[in-house]
């Protein structure tokens, strides 16, 4: 359930205008003229401090349309999950012969699960995992018992997020190849759950600015007000 970050190799520049929702994934649309299926990414600009650990925004939604995007999954776990975990979809199941490649440098998944009797031995893998956002979380349900159970949420389309060092969420909401209503449902979906989790100790405006991109367009703001009642 990978966080999804913005990993753009180029500057957004942003149009300063607001528009509606299905308006901006219109204009992100016209604005791409790549020939690879761009990925399209949302980023949340939220009134917190993420200096403060209690106004980190940090969790998990499920997207009804997916993101489009292959997912490569590693579960961490005992020998007698390895069968379900495998028949749910994960790309690569053990433990550790995995913890060892992983401790050598080897990060060639997106998201990794395990069990909670298992994290133990994870936490020398802290230096590895924590800066690529691999590191498994019970907070976002990447550790739990029912490790086949996940890995079939991901594959339906959850993914996990976080404010980055600017208090910004960013998430991949879909390919442009998806059909405009399909981005907004995504895009809507993930408001929802960063609304939710709003810090009881932020103060004043939380959605201070929403903006959409693809992997090589320019940047659109979506009207901030959908964000109410939501």
Not at 108 to 116: K, L, S
Request: glycine share 10%; with cysteine.
């Amino acid at each position: 359930m990978g966080r999804q970050k913005n990993k753009k190799c180029h500057t957004v520049v942003l149009s300063k205008e607001m528009h509606p929702l299905n308006k901006v994934v219109e204009l992100v649309k016209q604005a791409t003229s790549t020939k690879f299926d761009a990925s399209v990414d949302v980023a949340i600009r939220l009134g917190v401090d993420p200096k403060k650990s209690d106004q980190v925004v940090r969790g998990s939604v499920s997207l009804p349309h997916g993101t489009g995007k292959p997912c490569r999954i590693l579960v961490l776990c005992t020998a007698d999950k390895e069968a379900e975990a495998t028949e749910a979809g994960a790309d690569y199941v053990g433990l550790d012969t995995y913890i060892d490649k992983i401790a050598q440098g080897w990060t060639g998944v997106d998201v990794i699960i395990t069990m909670p009797t298992v994290m133990v031995k994870l936490g020398k893998l802290g230096a590895v995992l924590g800066p690529r956002g691999l590191m498994p979380n019970p907070k976002v349900g990447t550790v739990t018992m029912d490790v086949a159970g996940m890995v079939r949420e991901i594959r339906a389309g959850k993914i996990s997020f976080k404010t980055d060092k600017y208090g910004i969420v960013h998430s991949s909401v879909g390919r442009i190849s998806f059909p405009v209503e399909k981005i907004g449902e995504n895009i809507v979906e993930l408001l929802k759950a960063v609304v939710r989790l709003k810090p009881s100790t932020s103060k004043g405006l939380y959605i201070n600015s929403i903006s959409l991109s693809s992997t090589m367009s320019k940047g659109f703001f979506i009207d901030r007000s959908i964000a109410i009642g939501l």
